[in-house]
DNA sequence: TAACTGTCATAATTCTTTCATAGAATGAAT
DNA sequence: ATTCATTCTATGAAAGAATTATGACAGTTA
């Protein structure tokens, strides 16, 4: 599953090269080329990033940001900003406004990338390709491996889902419905309970090789992934 | 759980904004054009925070505030008056009135958003995630863990619940039924004496590290969570 | 066909509340 | 100061409620 871009640029030329750029490095990247577009967007389905131009005819870029800073279902989606200004002042006034990184035109590809993913790495390192490693396990996202010392262990699609989010956002209590919403996506109909089955079938995977007490119940509140 | 704020503003411009203003932000509006409307949606459920025009048909937001303020149920809501005058005798009378805080129109979002935000931060502190720490104790909302010198103390939701409260609200004396509208929440019915039992439980979760000491009981009066 | 997903029914577990009783504190009367 | 009655709190036990775990199944998808 490629992280989903959202670009948000008015200028034809330089949207094709962004577009183009993202592509080649194995994300997803969805156009928009003003505001009113890049919010429908958002408002239908959640990008795993944004490119943000700062000058975009309406609603510019910050104010957009901001919106999206604003409202908890948008709120940690990572932005970067995207401008031809260089002056301090602005850079300042970007990241204020919320955006995690802030990158000048004209930009190279390599740069840019190199920006996407430290920012992905950050703000959402489920989404990132690297490899984590957290008690006894190890799982790649680019080979759709887990080990666990040297033995491989065999996960379903979700369950393999489940444990990345875990395996990148350790210690900290998800409600059902937090992780309905990080690992099956917004805007999808299911069941509360059925993230009880996925955590079963989860820690059933994980039970030979003894790493199961990884995934903690806290009644009354979701699970936690720790080890302790 | 995102705090209910309680809109009453007769002007449905103004109230729109506010209502949009406040959900940017991520808390939950509820609104009423009336002091009817108000007070009867008080009284079905009590709102964390309450936004109330100065100047209402009828009974006035003055008049409103001071029922609440001396009604034992609702005397612990935070107030924001809204209003046009600038004048400082009635900026006093608003204050005097029970208010917590005052904004004059035309205001800024950001300036009603932040008074908001330090009113509930001053009047509500456990609804945030941040960790509190008292004598030897530490409480972490976002990974439900309570420790004490290191090593962990198993809680039930409520106990968990029970000693939030009182690690943000210390060096204070709660009655059995002010608990009761706090950590259970308003408008549950439950004997007053099962207070005593979750104190109970609590202490006895806190023995062993030492901590239980803590917890004191006031005769006659209540509980009281201080260091001494 | 085989693997996977979501839902349901039911079992297992944990937590809440209530109640009965024991224990402490208080104050008045001796 | 001591006794006693009264009031309030502490505690243990147990029924009851709520939440979570688990196994099975039907529908999908590859």
Same mark, same amino acid.
């Given at each position: 599953?490629?992280?989903?871009?959202?670009?948000?640029?008015?200028?034809?030329?330089?949207?094709?090269?962004?577009?183009?750029?993202?592509?080649?490095?194995?994300?997803?990247?969805?156009?928009?080329?003003?505001?009113?577009?890049?919010?429908?967007?958002?408002?239908?389905?959640?990008?795993?990033?944004?490119?943000?131009?700062?000058?975009?005819?309406?609603?510019?870029?910050?104010?957009?940001?901001?919106?999206?800073?604003?409202?908890?279902?948008?709120?940690?989606?990572?932005?970067?900003?995207?401008?031809?200004?260089?002056?301090?002042?602005?850079?300042?006034?970007?990241?204020?406004?919320?955006?995690?990184?802030?990158?000048?035109?004209?930009?190279?590809?390599?740069?840019?990338?190199? @920006?996407? =993913?430290?920012? &992905?790495?950050?703000?959402?390192?489920?989404?990132?390709?690297? $490899? %984590?490693?957290?008690? #006894?396990?190890?799982?790649?996202?680019?080979?759709?491996?887990?080990?666990?010392?040297?033995?491989?262990?065999?996960?379903?699609?979700?369950?393999?889902?489940?444990?990345?989010?875990?395996?990148?956002?350790?210690?900290?209590?998800?409600?059902?419905?937090?992780?309905?919403?990080?690992?099956?996506?917004?805007?999808?109909?299911?069941?509360?309970?059925?993230?009880?089955?996925?955590?079963? @079938?989860? =820690?059933?995977? &994980?039970?030979?090789?003894?790493?199961?007490?990884?995934?903690? $119940? %806290?009644?009354?509140? #979701?699970?936690?992934?720790?080890?302790?």
């Amino acid at each position: 599953m490629a992280a989903k871009i959202l670009l948000v640029e008015d200028e034809p030329a330089i949207q094709e090269l962004l577009a183009f750029n993202v592509r080649q490095c194995g994300y997803q990247a969805i156009q928009a080329e003003d505001a009113a577009a890049a919010l429908a967007h958002v408002n239908r389905e959640l990008p795993d990033l944004i490119l943000l131009d700062w000058m975009l005819p309406g609603i510019g870029g910050i104010e957009l940001a901001k919106r999206w800073r604003a409202d908890p279902r948008t709120r940690d989606i990572p932005i970067i900003m995207l401008t031809a200004r260089t002056e301090e002042r602005d850079k300042i006034a970007g990241l204020e406004s919320g955006a995690d990184d802030y990158i000048t035109k004209p930009f190279s590809p390599r740069e840019l990338m190199a @920006r996407i =993913r430290a920012v &992905l790495r950050r703000r959402a390192p489920e989404m990132s390709e690297e $490899t %984590v490693s957290v008690g #006894g396990l190890a799982l790649s996202p680019a080979t759709h491996r887990v080990t666990a010392g040297g033995t491989s262990i065999d996960l379903g699609p979700t369950e393999f889902r489940l444990l990345h989010f875990f395996m990148t956002h350790t210690e900290r209590v998800y409600s059902r419905s937090q992780l309905l919403d990080q690992v099956w996506g917004d805007h999808v109909f299911v069941e509360e309970r059925t993230v009880d089955v996925h955590i079963r @079938r989860l =820690r059933q995977a &994980l039970e030979p090789s003894g790493q199961d007490g990884l995934i903690q $119940t %806290v009644r009354g509140s #979701g699970y936690r992934f720790a080890t302790a």
